[in-house]
């Protein structure tokens, strides 16, 4: 048999090398070109002007739960709330001042309150509640305190309802104050770092796992601080008067460094610190492992450099603002000078895979990943004035730019199209497939990849796994593995393209299987032939796991053939059960003569068809445990096991057994299952008569309860058949064939013939059969005697209807009693007829007196009585009067007898009627007119007319008026009126389809 294997090489043989090439192109990198194109339709980061005019400059700005504040260079501070841009507040915080005194802005989630940090030493605090005043108050304890950061607490707390906040607030000698507000701000100092750089950043949080302890992250220039512990604030920072906390330094600070906490989703909290040579990222892990004091919150920190080629960048857009008229020895100066320095960010902002970076006149995004450039913006800086500083809303997660003179928005979109690149460039292929979402071709290409990582590094049976994931061509990859020297590998990639081909793809489904067994199969046979058990166990069991994984799928005649090609007769018995192949499990345990087996599987799993099918043979070899079977299939029929029955044969029992199995089971049915089908009956009669069972026959055939099923005519022919006398006597009389019955009798039994005689209920043939018995007697014995002793015993017979049968005698004595006794019978016999004519004739007499009395009687009504069903008078109308004073309307009755008790022909016979009394009375009416003429011959005519219309009215009364409606015998219709009527055609017709 040709494997599969070699049909895919031959098919791999008609392919040519070029179409193979031009088809992996197809495969790898045209879809590839697909959604680069849809991705490059909009890019990752989009940057909008906010519509915003006003004629000062912006200094600082600060926004969260859309709500900004502008400060501006005329020391105006501008509120603006972004669902509603067009209305905004002018808050004022200081007078007599023409210098610009604003440096930095602090605002809470909540958008209420506003901490404003002057140049010159000076803090201002703002809350806006309902009873806003405009007007910042001055904040007297930081005095001579230069404000440079804000990490507000409690922020669930911190609502301009309750009027409560808290906050820790880093100075710019590098000093920590802890603010509470309620009513009035409350400053106090909690800690100094001592001799350091001011600090530029602060960041505060409780441990979510422990209640009451903290976490503070402060950053200096160069140095990250890391505070844990305390049930407060306060305790926290006491602990570490005497404990050094855990720092992260670089070897060198900038002034304009930024510290950004970032949430990010299922990550938790991250830190980006943004330092002279890069930015510094990581996770803050505030689990309970570090909630002690010393801890470090920091983990997984990595360092991101900025990258090199915006040196060249930035001078090329330095130079273009350069005035056109300076010197050019000045520019090149200049230009060598700033290509010496590397390129510092003003400010930064994280978002999840990238890092927005801010220049005096050009926006970019790195990734955090590899480093490189996505994204880059420049700004028209004469127009839009130098860059400034991002921001971010932490309620709204929106993002914003501010330049000297304009307000910028900044929207993702789609920020993670490409980081499924970069993990599949740095060899991460699980996190690669995360994010190619539900992208087919991208999941494609990161699949096809690292299967080929896996083959180059000899892990074939994974490298096998993933292929089979792929959109490659099957054929060149099943012949990749089918080149290594061992076949698992082969056959992971079967099942994985199994597992991942569409349920409609049929043929392909049905090939890739049929390959997949016979490799399984193969495999089974290597085994049995090194003898190695514990292996050989192990694959048939997978094996079998793949049989009834892909039975569906398998075609089974296909199946069947290559399993037992392999004389795999115990995986064919397995197949051909999972597949409900009954037939051929049965099939082979009746060859091997495991009769038992076999009947198992036909009582608990084949269906009845099956039982029907099988239970011939297994009759024939195992009819004691075959019947035993079939009483405990309940729903089965035994009129389709009749032909399993007649293959029954008694040389077959068990030794010692000379029971007739088949009638068993025939007796079984009709006393337990109560089986009533004739043909049952017919056959189970048929095998008495065969056996000789005459007991058993005559008890079957004359039941004790009279209730017989079988065919009695089928019955007589059998009974005639197998000559079972008195059987077929049985059933003439049964079929009212008395005759026959008594003449059969007559040849075996006379008593049975007497019996049979006295059955009919007709007299004339009772005489006839017991003549026929005297005859019959007669002629046996010609003894007068015994002919009388038949008379005695029929009351049917006399001395006259035997006398024929004895034409010869001559001595009178044998009959003399007899013919005494009839002379006497008959004497009584005319004297009662005597006496019953006397009793007619008065009877007769009786009748004739009645008739004449009813003719007499009469009934008065007066001129006000009324139709028992209308209620009208009787003036002018004709109607009927009956003996039981209803009375009724002609009219009225007629239409109730219709309605309620005339059935559908005598109602068409009343229509009739009247139209022919009718026609009668319009005839008479001319008669009378042409009375004159032929005298004679109309009052001959005239009185026939007369006839024939009261013949008409008689009918019409007898059928209208024959009884009382309201209390006569016929109101009992009613009750036995079916509600429609089957005789009238437009019924029936109304219900044909």
């Given at each position: 048999?040709?494997?599969?294997?070699?049909?895919?090489?031959?098919?791999?043989?008609?392919?040519?090398?070029?179409?193979?090439?031009?088809?992996?192109?197809?495969?790898?990198?045209?879809?590839?070109?697909?959604?680069?194109?849809?991705?490059?339709?909009?890019?990752?980061?989009?940057?909008?002007?906010?519509?915003?005019?006003?004629?000062?400059?912006?200094?600082?700005?600060?926004?969260?739960?859309?709500i900004m504040y502008m400060g501006c260079s005329n020391n105006n501070i501008i509120r603006v709330n972004l669902k509603n841009p067009s209305s905004f507040d002018n808050i004022t915080f200081t007078k007599n001042h023409t210098t610009p005194l604003i440096?930095?802005?602090?605002?809470?989630?909540?958008?209420?309150?506003?901490?404003?940090?002057?140049?010159?030493?000076?803090n201002f605090i703002y809350e806006r509640t309902k009873k806003s005043h405009q007007k910042a108050t001055k904040i007297s304890k930081l005095k001579s305190k230069t404000i440079t950061c804000v990490s507000w607490m409690n922020t669930?707390?911190?609502?301009?309802?309750?009027?409560?906040?808290?906050?820790?607030?880093?100075?710019?000698?590098?000093?920590?104050?802890?603010?509470?507000?309620?009513?009035?701000?409350?400053?106090?100092?909690v800690f100094q770092l001592g001799n350091v750089d001011k600090i530029i950043g602060i960041h505060s949080q409780k441990f979510v796992s422990k209640k009451?302890?903290?976490?503070?992250?402060?950053?200096?220039?160069?140095?990250?601080y890391q505070f844990v512990g305390g049930d407060t604030i306060e305790q926290m920072f006491q602990a570490y008067l005497t404990t050094d906390p855990e720092i992260l330094e670089l070897p060198v600070g900038i002034d304009h460094s930024e510290f950004r906490i970032s949430n990010k989703r299922h990550y938790g909290e991250e830190f980006s610190w943004l330092t002279e040579s890069g930015i510094s990222f990581g996770k803050i892990d505030a689990s309970e492992k570090n909630s002690h004091v010393g801890d470090t919150v920091i983990s997984g920190a990595k360092f991101v450099s900025y990258p090199p080629q915006f040196a060249d960048n930035e001078n090329e857009n330095e130079n273009e603002n350069e005035n056109e008229n300076e010197n050019e020895n000045e520019n090149e100066n200049k230009n060598e000078k700033k290509k010496a320095s590397y390129p510092i960010p003003k400010s930064l902002i994280p978002t999840d895979f990238h890092f927005l970076l801010v220049f005096p006149n050009k926006l970019i995004a790195i990734s955090k990943l590899n480093n490189q450039l996505v994204y880059e913006q420049s700004i028209q800086t004469k127009k839009d004035g130098e860059l400034i500083g991002l921001l971010f809303d932490p309620i709204s997660k929106k993002i914003w730019l501010f330049s000297q003179k304009t307000i910028f928005s900044i929207t993702t979109h789609n920020e993670d199209r490409n980081v499924w690149k970069i993990f599949l460039s740095k060899g991460q292929f699980e996190n690669a497939l995360v994010y190619c979402k539900n992208s087919l071709e991208k999941r494609d290409q990161v699949l096809i990849e690292h299967a080929k990582f896996l083959f180059s590094k000899r892990?074939?049976?994974?490298?096998?796994?993933?292929?089979?994931?792929?959109?490659?061509?099957?054929?060149?990859?099943?012949?990749?593995f089918n080149s290594l020297p061992t076949r698992e590998p082969l056959k992971i990639f079967l099942s994985s393209k199994i597992d991942n081909l569409k349920d409609n793809q049929k043929a392909e489904l049905t090939m890739i299987t049929t390959w997949l067994l016979e490799l399984y199969l193969q495999e089974i046979n290597h085994l049995l032939d090194c003898e190695m058990e514990e292996e050989l166990q192990k694959a048939k069991n997978e094996f079998q796991n793949f049989l009834l994984d892909h039975k569906k799928i398998l075609d089974q005649q296909t199946t069947f053939n290559l399993i037992s090609s392999y004389d795999l007769?115990?995986?064919?018995?397995?197949?051909?059960?999972?597949?409900?192949?009954?037939?051929?499990?049965?099939?082979?345990?009746?060859?091997?003569?495991?009769?038992?087996?076999?009947?198992?599987?036909?009582?608990?799993?084949?269906?009845?068809?099956?039982?029907?099918?099988?239970?011939?043979?297994?009759?024939?070899h195992a009819p004691h445990l075959t019947i035993e079977v079939w009483k405990k299939i309940q729903t089965i029929d035994p009129v389709k096991l009749l032909p399993a029955l007649s293959r029954y044969d008694a040389s077959c029992n068990p030794k010692g057994k000379n029971d007739n199995y088949d009638i068993i089971y025939l007796e079984y049915c009709i006393t337990v299952r109560e089986n009533k089908q004739q043909t049952i009956h017919n056959y189970l009669l048929t095998r008495y008569a065969?056996?000789?069972?005459?007991?058993?026959?005559?008890?079957?055939?004359?039941?004790v309860n009279n209730l017989i099923y079988y065919d009695p005519v089928y019955a007589l022919r059998v009974c005639l058949q197998y000559n079972k006398k008195n059987g077929s006597v049985f059933l003439y009389s049964k079929m009212g064939m008395y005759k026959e019955a008594v003449k059969l009798a007559l040849t075996f039994d006379e008593n049975l013939a007497k019996v049979n005689a006295n059955k009919p209920e007709n007299k004339e043939l009772k005489k006839k059969l017991w003549s026929k018995i005297v005859k019959h007697i007669s002629k046996k014995t010609n003894d007068p005697k015994q002919a009388m002793e038949f008379l005695k015993e029929s009351e049917f017979l006399d001395l006259g209807s035997i006398l024929h049968f004895f034409p010869n005698f001559d001595c009178i004595d044998d009959f003399r009693d007899e013919i005494s006794r009839t002379l006497k019978n008959f004497t009584l016999k005319i004297n009662q007829l005597h006496e019953n004519l006397k009793d007619d004739r008065l009877s007769a007499e009786l009748i004739r007196k009645d008739l004449n009395k009813t003719r007499k009687n009469s009934i008065l009504i007066d001129y006000s009585h009324k139709c028992n069903i209308c209620g009208d008078s009787f003036v002018d109308r004709d109607y009927y009067m009956f003996p039981c004073k209803h009375s009724f309307h002609i009219r009225c009755l007629t239409k109730e007898m219709e309605d309620n008790f005339l059935s559908h022909s005598?109602?068409?016979?009343?229509?009739?009627?009247?139209?022919?009394?009718?026609?009668?009375?319009?005839?008479?009416?001319?008669?009378?007119?042409?009375?004159?003429?032929?005298?004679?011959?109309?009052?001959?005519e005239n009185q026939n007319d007369k006839n024939s219309l009261n013949n008409l009215k008689s009918e019409f009364d007898h059928i209208i008026a024959s009884d009382c409606v309201l209390c006569g015998s016929i109101v009992s219709i009613i009750v036995e009126k079916p509600f429609c009527d089957l005789e009238d055609p437009k019924f029936m017709n109304s219900w044909k389809f």
């Open positions: 048999m040709t494997l599969l294997v070699d049909e895919f090489n031959s098919i791999s043989r008609f392919s040519d090398e070029s179409q193979n090439s031009s088809e992996e192109i197809s495969e790898e990198n045209l879809t590839k070109k697909k959604w680069e194109k849809k991705d490059e339709e909009l890019p990752i980061f989009l940057l909008e002007k906010v519509d915003f005019d006003y004629p000062s400059d912006f200094v600082a700005v600060c926004v969260s739960n859309e440096q930095n802005l602090f605002l809470d989630p909540t958008g209420s309150v506003l901490i404003i940090a002057c140049n010159g030493n000076e669930n707390n911190s609502n301009s309802n309750d009027g409560v906040y808290s906050a820790l607030i880093g100075t710019k000698d590098a000093t920590i104050y802890e603010m509470s507000y309620k009513k009035s701000p409350n400053f106090r100092q009451n302890v903290y976490y503070v992250i402060v950053t200096t220039t160069n140095v990250m892990k074939y049976e994974k490298s096998a796994s993933f292929f089979g994931k792929t959109s490659l061509r099957f054929e060149q990859i099943a012949l990749k007769l115990e995986q064919v018995l397995f197949y051909a059960t999972k597949t409900e192949d009954y037939e051929r499990v049965i099939t082979n345990h009746i060859n091997r003569k495991d009769y038992h087996s076999a009947l198992e599987i036909l009582r608990k799993k084949a269906p009845l068809a099956m039982v029907y099918k099988m239970s011939p043979s297994l009759m024939f065969q056996l000789n069972l005459d007991k058993k026959l005559m008890r079957f055939i004359n039941p005598l109602k068409k016979r009343i229509r009739k009627l009247k139209f022919l009394i009718k026609e009668k009375l319009i005839e008479q009416s001319q008669l009378q007119k042409n009375s004159n003429q032929n005298l004679n011959q109309n009052v001959i």
